[in-house]
């Protein structure tokens, strides 16, 4: 056996790592404040969740067998997470309550569809016109483009690992700082409120780690599928009953 296959983070461990990351995330939005030192630091551990979500959106793109099965899957389950994700933000299921915002599986499916146009329709007029309007779908859900710019990063230097970390890194420094210095921070709220994002950061080694092997069978792959609207109606159920 050629030991260095072993070595490293395999995709399926650096995906339990985004799932823990997210649920972690996640638990703080419902049961910390944002503003104490457990808040953050839960808020800085789940900014590691979207690049590595992201990473693996570019590899999928490359290496699945099909690409529309592919996207319909995630298609399928950004529908079903709507209603759970919808639920977590506000704590009701009536999805027209308040202004749509769409869950995560609909940004990584605009970051796919993303990598479609580029591939197939380059330099064409009609697709910027594509990319413009994926752009616009992804401003209306979680993570909005920068996690299409992030899929891109990935996705156009895979072959050059290096590059593809350092240029995440400053695409990662920028948008954290986009959201430090443009948030709309409420009177009376500590200036560093927001550097959590920074936390985007420690994707970057994660990622430099990958051993490019699988790590367990693809049926595995479902677990992070349904982990996704599972957890938030856990969570928002469990906070419901105890507050």
């Not at 461990?13 to 972690?24: G, P, R």
């Not at 769409?102 to 197939?120: E, G």
């Not at 309007?133 to 920068?146: C, R």
């Not at 994660?206 to 677990?223: C, H, I, M, P, V």
Request: contains cysteine.
């Amino acid at each position: 056996m050629n030991k260095n296959l072993t070595r490293g983070l395999s995709s399926h461990s650096l995906k339990l790592i985004a799932a823990a990351a997210m649920l972690a995330d996640h638990f703080a939005w419902l049961f910390l404040s944002t503003y104490s030192i457990a808040g953050q630091l839960l808020h800085f551990i789940g900014r590691t969740t979207i690049p590595i979500m992201c990473f693996f959106i570019a590899q999928g793109y490359y290496q699945t067998r099909s690409r529309t099965k592919y996207a319909v899957r995630l298609a399928v389950f950004a529908v079903i997470s709507q209603i759970p994700f919808h639920y977590f933000l506000t704590g009701n299921l009536s999805v027209f309550s308040s202004p749509i915002h769409l869950n995560v599986m609909f940004t990584l499916l605009f970051a796919l569809l993303s990598l479609v146009v580029l591939d197939q329709l380059r330099g064409r007029p009609t697709g910027w016109l594509c990319l413009f309007i994926l752009t616009l779908m992804a401003s209306f859900a979680d993570w909005s483009i920068f996690a299409i710019l992030f899929t891109v990063i990935f996705a156009e230097n895979r072959r050059e690992p290096q590059r593809q970390m350092l240029l995440y890194s400053v695409a990662a420094l920028v948008t954290a700082s986009i959201f430090v210095f443009t948030g709309n921070s409420q009177e009376g709220t500590p200036f560093w409120g927001d550097f959590f994002q920074f936390g985007l950061l420690l994707a970057a080694p994660l990622l430099q780690s990958y051993n490019g092997q699988r790590g367990t069978s693809s049926a595995g792959k479902w677990f992070f599928y349904l982990f996704y609207p599972l957890h938030l109606i856990a969570l928002t159920v469990i906070h419901q009953l105890i507050t």
